[in-house]
């Protein structure tokens, strides 16, 4: 799977579409043609600082501060209850009122749950990357799927089961796999090219999901950082 996952793509809005059914509320006093307005509820964004070297970082959603606790590099919030509908994310130096990143303006159905992930491209530029989060559980087994933060890589990032067998050959940068179920205690290695990390264990449990994003200090390092969802 060759997803790009980042809000400049039309990837999140696809997600979103797709993920939950719109309803469309007509009042019996209203007239045929008027327009109606878009039901909100309830959805879910986790913050996540992938900015190695960076201020704790606090998440903003239309202007507002969302975070209770700021969100260290390699650390991740909880899941933060927001408003559905048309959303900007920024991430900011705790403290301060300046976006470092902007997200473009997106529509987040009810009902949605999102990881929103604070990094550098590979130029230096922040950004701020949306996808969405599978929440389904599978019994006996956990779900997990890995993100390519290193942009200092020539080479795509493989994932393979330490010791054992590879099970995804090629995640491209700024973009991610698919959830794959792997047995409760699996631990990874991730390589790209002559370059091969250390053993990862996210001590995965039955029944939970995970998502795993990879960066590097420099081409020669690899470093998996697991975000629980549940």
């Known amino acids: 799977m060759k997803p790009t996952f980042l809000l400049s793509s039309k990837a999140w809005m696809a997600f979103a579409i797709a993920s939950v059914s719109a309803v469309i509320l007509l009042s019996s006093c209203s007239k045929k043609n008027d327009p109606q307005p878009e039901p909100v509820g309830e959805a879910r964004v986790k913050h996540v600082n992938c900015?190695?070297?960076?201020?704790?970082q606090d998440?903003?959603?239309n202007d507002t501060k969302k975070t209770t606790?700021?969100?260290?590099?390699?650390?991740?919030?909880?899941?933060?209850?927001f408003t559905s509908g048309v959303n900007v994310f920024a991430s900011m130096n705790t403290g301060t009122t300046t976006a470092n990143a902007t997200s473009q303006q997106v529509s987040v159905p009810i009902g949605a749950y999102i990881t929103a992930l604070y990094y550098k491209k590979s130029g230096g530029t922040l950004a701020m990357g949306l996808l969405g989060d599978?929440?389904?559980?599978?019994?006996?087994?956990?779900?997990?799927?890995?993100?390519?933060l290193n942009g200092f890589l020539a080479a795509n990032v493989a994932v393979g089961i330490t010791g054992g067998v590879n099970l995804i050959p090629a995640v491209q940068y700024e973009s991610?796999?698919?959830?794959?179920?792997?047995?409760?205690?699996?631990?990874?290695?991730?390589?790209?090219?002559?370059?091969?990390?250390?053993?990862?264990?996210?001590?995965?449990?039955?029944?939970?999901?995970?998502?795993?994003?990879?960066d590097g200090a420099n081409a020669t390092t690899l470093t998996g950082h697991v975000i629980v969802q549940n």
């Open 59 to 61: 998440l903003y959603i």
């Open 176 to 214: 991610f796999s698919d959830y794959i179920q792997v047995d409760p205690g699996t631990k990874f290695t991730f390589s790209a090219g002559a370059v091969t990390s250390a053993s990862v264990d996210g001590a995965l449990q039955a029944g939970k999901n995970y998502t795993i994003w990879i």
């Open 69 to 81: 606790t700021a969100v260290a590099y390699g650390s991740n919030s909880d899941y933060l209850v």
């Open 51 to 56: 900015v190695e070297g960076s201020a704790a």
């Open 134 to 148: 599978d929440m389904t559980t599978v019994t006996g087994k956990a779900k997990v799927r890995f993100i390519n």
